[in-house]
């Protein structure tokens, strides 16, 4: 469904990415894993046209959508779920969903209100309640909501589980968990190794810009050497 080959990013004339390269499929997760700092986040951006690849080809169900512009990537069926949330503070969250609309896309699931509701029960409770108003894990779910609204093919979570409370933790990852099981190809990038081995199957470990490891989540819980060197704090 995705993939990505020799990727190179830059920040003015810092060398952020260097080849890097990852594949999902079809009903995947895959877990991008790595330090603060390390071009996780710098990765999915170039990925979804926010950053430009300087070198490389990304690759969205057969079709190369590198170079174009975000917003023609999210209607090729390309969802992205920002870090910083980015929901509309004085919408309600039916108004957020709204927003996300996209009509239904062969071989993609399709998503409703009624749907989201049924996997975040927590935004069911509060249809009319403003962004603004609403917790930071309830944020969290609303933006990753409204991304489903577009009925993306394979979705791209930036640091889905960071500063949640255990609970919304636990909630977050049995929604990716159902995500997965409707089809969705799903890369989420993660500091959180506990978090990634509850949801992922495969994992990309990338420090200072290049990948170090890739392979299955057992693969990567068989290798102390990476998780001590990469991912230790």
Request: aromatic share 4%.
């Amino acid at each position: 469904m995705l993939q990505v080959d020799g990727l190179h990013a830059y920040y003015g004339r810092a060398h952020i990415l260097a080849d890097v390269a990852l594949a999902a499929s079809s009903g995947d997760v895959l877990a991008l894993l790595g330090r603060n700092g390390a071009g996780k986040s710098t990765t999915l951006k170039s990925i979804m046209g926010l950053v430009r690849p300087a070198a490389g080809a990304v690759v969205l169900d057969g079709a190369r959508i590198d170079g174009l512009a975000p917003y023609r990537i999210a209607r090729l069926g390309l969802g992205f779920v920002p870090e910083d949330r980015r929901i509309f503070t004085d919408l309600s969250v039916m108004e957020n969903l709204e927003v996300g609309r996209q009509k239904p896309r062969p071989g993609a699931p399709t998503w409703t209100p009624a749907r989201l509701f049924e996997l975040f029960p927590n935004l069911g409770r509060m249809k009319d309640r403003p962004g603004g108003r609403m917790s930071g894990g309830e944020q969290q779910m609303l933006t990753i909501a409204r991304t489903l609204m577009g009925n993306p093919r394979c979705v791209l979570l930036d640091e889905p589980s960071e500063g949640l409370a255990p609970l919304i933790v636990e909630q977050m990852a049995a929604a990716i968990r159902a995500m997965r099981a409707e089809g969705l190809c799903v890369i989420l990038s993660e500091q959180n190794l506990h978090f990634a081995s509850l949801v992922a199957d495969h994992a990309v470990v990338v420090e200072k810009g290049r990948v170090r490891f890739a392979g299955t989540m057992d693969d990567l819980r068989a290798d102390p050497t990476v998780r001590e060197q990469y991912l230790s704090v």
